[in-house]
DNA sequence: GTATATTTGCCAATACTTGACAAGTCAATA
DNA sequence: TATTGACTTGTCAAGTATTGGCAAATATAC
């Protein structure tokens, strides 16, 4: 259930003295959402990262970076063959690109 | 919107000679929604491949191989760091299969 | 034209996720 | 041991998203 984004945003906000209290008002919410979302048990919105990057004054791309390997993992976690669909899924990916 | 998983039934159908018809009800389903999900406007329910794998006389690993990987095509598909994700992802992956 | 196969559009029904609040635990300390 | 502050947990209505089912539309062949 634990995610690598609310570790991180976790331990960036507690090596910043910062309390839930002082900062799920400035991503509007209550401490309790953001107390699960730093547990992984809920997702935070994806618009809310930068913002949040800010207030930890952190590199909002690797934020992005960790929530979006929760998403992945998420969707694998259980699957005999994650491996072999990451591969398929990273082939089409970079075919995208290169089209562009 | 289309899917390897899509592409791959409806290339096995065809090549059998099957119609719509025959093989929706096998799923207890209709024709539309198995249209939509040859085309990628519909997920097919997970528990569902291996009956489908069987109907098609192919490998039902494949299947879910694809479909899994649309699934992880899904959530990274708009991202810019979807490979850095990828790997954040993978490492994790393999962690979590060396502890067993 | 008719017949058969597939696709599309719609929307009610279902399932899933979130937001909000109250009540709870825990640790520090008066 | 009562109080306070920080955080966590449980619940559930409200909000979103997805699905299933049907009817109508389209396509292709004859």
Redesign the interface.
């Known amino acids: 259930m634990e995610s ?1 984004f609310g570790n991180k945003i976790r331990a960036l906000r507690e090596t910043q003295h910062l309390y839930l209290r002082q900062v799920a008002p400035l991503l509007e919410m209550d401490t309790a959402q953001l107390s699960k979302i730093e547990k992984g048990l809920r997702q935070i919105k994806r618009e809310l990262i930068p913002i949040l990057a800010e207030i930890l004054k952190t590199d909002k ?1 690797q934020l ?3 929530w ?6 998420a ?3 259980d ?8 591969q ?3 082939k ?3 075919l ?1 690109k290169k089209k562009k």
Chains 1, 2 share one sequence.
């Open positions: 690598q791309d992005q970076t960790l979006l390997a929760d998403q992945i993992y969707v694998v976690k699957e005999k063959f994650a491996n072999e669909a990451m398929v899924a990273d089409k990916i970079n995208k």
